[in-house]
């Protein structure tokens, strides 16, 4: 590879993907950078305040509990997700009759639109009237009903689960295709050796999706940290933002409360947040793999 | 006779259970199809109850409402050209980043980096930002001011799932190609375009779905109706102090299926690259 | 010689693309930039007039004006302004007013990022508030010497036009707010509870006649807290406690929110929650189900405005529906009968509109027509909608519910802005969070009150 890696060759390569993102992406970052030392309303001319919106946030409740609740949502999700999301994945890379209309019936959650998740969720998850309550009432314990959503306590655990059901196909067909990376032969060999289908998974196909998984790994913390419109359709971060995360709180205080400058301080430490957790965990888990 | 039948047991228990859980997955969708026959009232007051009436009278009035064929040419046109060259830039960097030596270690986790940095980019971050660009290059109201930032949106989950793939690939085929004399393009469409089929049809899948139901920079950088996107569809059907919710939810199928057909074209292509060894020499 | 090949299919390929791209320039740019502003065209109908407008030869040169409205499908969720424009325009062939819908999030959003890079339109929809902000901005142009000069002013049902404190006038009201409560006369008789507005109920009446609705199993008040802003009939009690006296000693820091007045209305909005007043699962319902529930039976009244008389025009009881200012206070400010009753919104002329005079001069043109008696009697008649002009054509042609409820616009209540859009542009989602919370319990009235002085002295 030493051989074409002249850098005419890597100019070539590299000059569009780089400059498409530092015009868009990375320069906007910037003004964002700029704007929340700003006392910016969105109007008028934006005022130098230095970090006086950085400090307010650690002194800000809402923000706390904004980011609680994420915390809560990314780390339950993630445990639930990926185990899930692979077995999915291994299930349907057994050829069998049906397998696509049943890739098709489970990617339906990914392509419905979050208006209508959020609606429907409602109405499974609502205390009073929803499907969950009803089916507690009907069995005889109506000890059982919470509120699951519009409570205190709740709101981020049943997100969770909504979220799961949302991207769940998305991660499988991502693993679906680094499972597919894997060469039959390989297998063929393990079943020449006397592998058992569990010892298989274990000892071949796992550590060979090393890969997939980081890769699967960062899209559910970057994902997770995002996470806005299942809540937003669901309790609009209420009630009293007791279920606010911390893209439905930045979104209120930079497009409801025009606090522009305050809301992109928000969302340049939700940037930090992530970019420290997956540029980190990314790093260490090559540098294992490599060792 | 004993095994067989157990076999038989097996395969049963199999099915069962696969699409006993595509089923349940999929029940939101089954039920968004019944509400989409119901009137609002109906939506509301017997929300678990079958439809009194099967009309497409909520369909008539959303098709009246939106005109959904522009819509959907609107959107192809944005999502085919921005995930085209998005795919055809991603592929090539992040070969780059993945294949290519570098004399200096940490250029390569460099830019690796610097790509993947956009994955925690909000995207509220950048309306504001990129409505300013668009507007200097004269792009509001304009298809291609939403074409040009897709792409630059899509390169960090691209550059995720790109590398990774190629990370977990051996550069032997590749290495072995050049030796036989093989110069980079060709090698790269020949050789490792092939092998990363599975990962371009995830990708594209993905993207595509990404930008069908983008909504916060369609809604705020699209003035004419004529431009619209799918993903406006269902915000045509509020207003400050009214809903039609049932139009709304006729939208929402509609802007579901041609996506679902998508994936089903496309997943055709996720199978595995390496074929039964074919490629070891 | 291969290498060179394959730059040649990649330049080609490169090529192709770019082919596309311009392609799609030339379809959307088309559309946006060509002397024919089709860009109007909301419906088919109206882009062929358009095209003949533009083929026939007029003699006065033509104008066009861009009018940005907060909802997105213009023809059916504003059918008012809509059918005014295409009337407006068929008597005008030389003035063409290109409308451009919006859904309201995204519109406020689109007004502020237009006014940073210079595209505002030439008239458009703008919150109170933000109507304000712009002003202070000099990105709004001066409407009132029109106003007067027009006559416009008398147009309107009395009090509803908005002075500024400088008594110059820049946004014209719009669509009618008056908020109240729908009651289900059904419900009502079936418990024999008498009729709110017939009884004038004043707090305490209130609360304890709907205790026999609770005592049913019936939720005496609909309403959705998933949509925050549905508390418009508490601002109309909140200015039953004198906000519209208050508000400008508050903003000037004379005052604080911590007062006496305020304390007992938010009182009052503890007992609300207290008196099971809201339905058990109002964290998790907005406006919409609130509303379609009441319409199907569901509680005896919802908490609504006039704004939804279509909607609950379809309810099978709609010939049984009431409407109510609701409460009086007895411990409240200044007159009894004080009641928000404006525009909700209103309409703003930007400043680099009245820069040309023809457009200007046609801008308000339209105004003076919208406002005036031909456009007034187009809301009502055509597109069923109230305004807060005065109408003046046959109201027994209209239908009982519409005129009932038209009677809350123009009977003798004194009315005033929203309490939100009194206060500077932001404030209002934290008074919706101070008012919520403490109906549901999870602030006293202390807290909220300091809750709302704190967003003040921030």
């Known amino acids: 590879m030493r051989w074409l890696s002249t850098i005419r060759n890597k100019l070539i390569l590299h000059i569009p993907s780089f400059l498409f993102f530092t015009f868009y992406s990375v320069l906007s970052v910037i003004m964002a950078i700029y704007y929340s030392f700003t006392d910016f309303k969105g109007l008028g001319t934006p005022e130098f305040i230095g970090f006086r919106n950085y400090s307010r946030i650690f002194s800000d409740a809402i923000f706390l509990t904004a980011f609680n609740n994420t915390l809560i949502i990314l780390v339950l999700s993630s445990v639930i997700l990926l185990p899930l999301s692979f077995a999915w994945a291994y299930i349907l890379d057994i050829p069998f009759k049906g397998n696509g209309l049943v890739k098709v019936m489970s990617f339906t959650p990914y392509v419905i639109a979050p208006i209508i998740v959020g609606t429907i969720w409602l109405f499974i998850l609502d205390p009073e009237i929803g499907l969950l309550s009803s089916f507690f009432r009907a069995i005889g314990k109506p000890g059982w009903i919470h509120q699951w959503i519009g409570g205190d306590k709740l709101t981020p655990y049943s997100v969770t689960i909504v979220w799961v059901w949302q991207t769940m196909c998305f991660h499988s067909t991502i693993m679906l295709a680094g499972l597919k990376s894997i060469s039959h032969d390989i297998y063929e060999a393990a079943s020449v050796d006397g592998a058992g289908r569990i010892k298989t998974i274990f000892f071949i196909t796992l550590p060979l999706m090393k890969e997939t998984f980081i890769t699967n790994i960062a899209l559910q913390i970057t994902g997770g940290l995002k996470i806005f419109e299942v809540v937003n359709e669901l309790t609009g971060g209420g009630p009293n933002h007791k279920s606010e995360t911390l893209i439905t709180y930045m979104y209120s205080i930079t497009f409801s409360r025009y606090k522009y400058g305050y809301g992109m301080s928000l969302s340049v430490l939700v940037l930090i947040i992530s970019a420290v957790f997956s540029i980190g965990y990314i790093k260490n888990a090559r540098q294992k793999l490599s060792d | 006779m004993a095994l067989h039948r157990k076999r038989f047991f097996e395969k049963f228990l199999f099915y069962f259970l696969v699409l006993g859980i595509a089923f349940i997955i999929m029940i939101p969708f089954i039920w968004t199809f019944f509400l989409s026959f119901k009137t609002d009232s109906e939506i509301f007051n017997t929300p678990f109850a079958l439809p009194t009436e099967w009309s497409f009278k909520n369909y008539r009035r959303a098709l009246e409402t939106i005109n959904i064929f522009q819509m959907y040419k609107n959107t192809v046109i944005i999502a085919v050209s921005a995930e085209v060259l998005s795919l055809f830039f991603t592929f090539m960097s992040s070969f780059a980043i993945s294949r290519m030596t570098y004399k200096h270690k940490a250029f390569r986790n460099g830019i690796y980096f610097y790509y993947l940095l956009g994955l925690g980019i909000p995207v509220y971050i950048l309306l504001y930002p990129i409505y300013r660009q668009n507007a200097f290059m004269g792009l509001i109201d304009n298809l291609i001011g939403l074409i040009l930032p897709h792409i630059a949106l899509t390169i960090p989950f691209n550059t995720l799932l790109f590398v990774g793939y190629f990370n977990g690939f051996s550069s032997e085929i590749e290495e072995a190609a050049i030796i036989d004399g093989c110069g980079l393009f060709k090698m790269l469409i020949k050789i490792t375009l092939p092998i990363v089929k599975p990962i371009i049809a995830t990708t594209a899948v993905f993207n595509v779905i990404y930008i069908w139901n983008e909504y916060p920079f369609a809604a705020t950088y699209l003035n004419t109706k004529d431009l619209f996107t799918v993903s406006l569809a269902t915000s045509m059907f509020k207003s400050t102090y009214s809903r039609d919710y049932s139009g709304m939810i006729c939208a929402v199928i509609l802007i579901m299926i041609p996506e679902l057909i998508f994936y089903v074209c496309l997943q055709k292509y996720i199978i595995s690259g390496m074929t039964a060894g074919a490629v070891k020499s | 010689m291969k290498n060179i090949m394959l730059y040649k299919r990649i330049f080609a390929f490169f090529l192709a693309l770019i082919l596309v791209l311009s392609l799609a320039a030339c379809t959307s740019s088309g559309a946006s930039s060509s002397g024919i502003p089709s860009s109007e065209s909301s419906t088919t109908d109206s882009s062929e007039e358009d095209e003949e407008s533009a083929v026939e030869p007029v003699s006065d040169e033509v104008v066009t004006l861009t009018l940005w409205e907060y909802v997105a499908d213009i023809e059916r969720t504003a059918p008012g302004v809509y059918l005014c424009v295409k009337q407006f325009m068929e008597d005008h062939p030389n003035v063409i007013i290109d409308m451009v819908g919006t859904a309201s999030e995204e519109h406020n959003k689109k007004v502020l990022l237009a006014s940073q890079s210079g595209d505002l339109p030439d008239m458009t929809t703008l919150e109170w508030s933000m109507m304000r902000e712009l002003k202070a901005e000099g990105f709004l142009a ?221 801008a308000m043109d339209f105004f003076e027509f919208f406002y005036g008696e031909e456009g007034t009697r187009i809301h009502y008649e055509e597109g069923n909608t109230l305004t807060v002009t005065k109408y003046s054509g046959d109201k027994s042609k209209l239908s009982p519910l519409l005129q009932n409820v038209g009677a809350l616009v123009d009977d003798d209540w004194t009315g005033y802005l929203l309490c939100t859009d009194m206060m500077p542009a932001g404030t209002a989602d934290v008074f919706y969070d101070a008012v919520w919370g403490v109906m549901l319990g999870n602030y006293t009235p202390q807290q909220a009150a300091e809750q709302m002085q704190a967003e003040y002295d921030s």
């Not at chain 3, 005496?220 to 601002?235: D, E, K």
């Not at chain 3, 400008?248 to 007045?261: A, F, L, P, Q, Y």
């Not at chain 3, 209305?265 to 058990?280: A, D, I, R, T």
């Not at chain 3, 007895?330 to 930007?350: A, L």
């Open chain 3, 142 to 362: 001066d409407l009132t010497d029109e106003v007067y000069n027009r006559g416009i002013d008398d147009f309107f049902v009395p009090g509803v036009l908005q002075l500024e404190e400088d008594n110059t006038i820049y946004g014209l009201p719009y669509e009618a707010c008056v908020c109240c409560y729908f009651y289900n006369k059904e419900i009502f008789d079936q418990y024999n509870v008498g009729y709110p507005d017939v009884e004038e109920w004043n707090w305490d009446e209130f609360i304890n006649n709907c205790q026999v609705f609770v005592e049913n199993g019936v939720t005496p008040v609909m309403c959705g807290g998933l949509s925050p802003w549905n508390i418009g009939i508490q601002q109309s009690f909140l200015v039953r406690y004198g906000f519209p006296d208050y508000i400008e000693k508050i903003n000037s820091g004379e005052m604080s929110w911590v007062n006496d007045d305020f304390l007992h209305f938010f009182e009052k909005m503890q007992e609300y929650g207290e008196k099971n007043m809201m339905p058990s699962n109002v964290t998790t319902m907005d406006y919409f189900q609130a509303l379609d529930q009441w319409i199907g039976g569901t509680g005896a009244m919802v908490s609504s405005g006039v704004w939804a008389v279509n909607q609950v025009a379809e309810a099978e009881f709609a010939d049984q529906i009431g409407v109510w200012h609701g409460p009086v206070f007895e411990d409240g400010v200044g007159d009894k009968h004080r009641t928000v009753k404006s525009g909700t919104i209103c309409y703003g002329v930007t400043a680099k509109c009245a820069e040309d005079t023809a457009k200007f001069n046609a």
